[in-house]
């Protein structure tokens, strides 16, 4: 019988580490390097052994971070209206956000009958890329009127919108209509979330409404389909 290749022998050891604790879901696996090291193999082989274990869904690579322990994707309740941050809140994970665009724009058709404004109205567009930890999980992009929110500012974009809309401004927030549909990303969406080009992604667009019944948001949010999974609870009618 054939000795087991060397890199499946890295492979079989990393995965003794995960199973044992010693690495944990979002911990940085050794670089490259070290593990040459450890195990005084060839880069190459180090390599193989990593692929191998990112082919199995046991590992993930982040572009210019490195390699880490994959984390249970993020449970998105549709029924439940929480905030990036809030849905996290309970993983106790670094999150943030990077805004890409914070631009005043005049409203035009289509973003007017979604926001209930005039064409000529004004209104916000920001996009912005969500992270946990190193790696982009989600793409928003979202439009709200200037008249609600004369203040808006990046630095709140960069951190919990709803935290301003409820605790800053006051408002209280009612509800979002939403529709999810899987679509093909856009080359944008492609870089921007560091996914594979004709892979599909989850995006939900969504209107959110205020407790007075004004439109507060329209947006449209894609999230990569490994990183997240959608559920609901469905009654049978008596």
């Known amino acids: 019988m054939s000795k087991k290749p060397m890199y499946r022998q890295i492979a079989d050891e990393l995965r003794e580490q995960i199973s044992r604790g010693d690495l944990k879901p979002g911990d940085a696996l050794p670089t490259e390097s ?3 090291t450890t195990f005084q193999v060839s ?4 390599r193989q052994a990593l692929k191998l274990l990112t082919e199995l869904e046991i590992i993930e690579s ?14 998105y309740d549709i029924y439940q209206l929480t905030s990036f941050y809030e849905k996290l809140a309970d993983r106790h994970v670094d999150t943030h956000s990077e805004v890409k665009i914070f631009e005043v724009i ?7 009958e979604q926001l209930q404004l005039a064409t000529t109205d004004k209104i916000w567009h920001v996009k912005r ?5 190193q790696k982009a999980v989600a793409l928003e992009e979202t439009w709200m009127p200037l008249s609600l929110f004369p203040d808006l500012t990046w630095e709140v974009m960069e951190n919990s919108k709803y935290h301003f809309i409820e605790q800053i401004k006051k408002m209280v927030i009612d509800r979002s209509e939403q529709e999810l ?4 990303p856009d080359n944008e969406t ?12 989850l995006e939900k667009v969504s209107r959110g409404f205020l407790q007075d019944g004004r ?9 990569k389909s490994d990183d997240y999974k959608f559920t609901l609870v469905a009654k049978r009618r008596h």
């Not at 982040?62 to 449970?75: D, F, H, L, P, T």
């Open 190 to 201: 492609v870089s921007m979330l560091d996914i594979t080009a004709g892979k599909p992604v």
């Open 62 to 75: 982040i572009q210019g971070s490195g390699s880490y322990v994959k984390e249970e994707r993020v449970n």
């Open 106 to 112: 005049p409203a035009g058709d289509m973003l007017a």
């Open 34 to 36: 070290a593990l040459q």
């Open 129 to 133: 890329v969500r992270f946990i930890k």
């Open 43 to 46: 880069r190459v082989t180090v």
């Open 215 to 223: 439109i507060f948001e329209y947006s449209r949010n894609t999230f």
């Open 181 to 184: 549909i899987p679509v093909i």
